[in-house]
């Protein structure tokens, strides 16, 4: 599995590409990306604050929701 973290003035699309080939043999991966704030389909309160802090904890929601969704 990979978890897929885009820079800024991108969106999880970034790695449609990406995610295509890592689906397809022999790597039959399976490809995780998400928007993190004012990117992308994501919205949440504070839109613009892109700091450091919030950054890294949308991060670990992010790790927490794959490991909960995808166990194994």
């Not at 999880?12 to 295509?20: C, P, V």
């Not at 397809?24 to 450091?52: I, W």
Request: hydrophobic share 40%.
């Amino acid at each position: 599995m990979y978890l897929c973290l885009h820079g800024a003035g991108h969106s999880a699309l970034s790695f449609a590409a990406l995610a295509k080939e890592l689906k397809k043999d022999p790597y039959n991966s399976m490809v995780v990306a998400f928007d993190f704030r004012g990117h992308g389909e994501h919205y949440c309160d504070n839109e613009t604050d892109l700091s450091q802090e919030n950054l890294i904890n949308e991060t670990i929601k992010a790790l927490k929701w794959v490991v909960a969704k995808f166990p194994d």
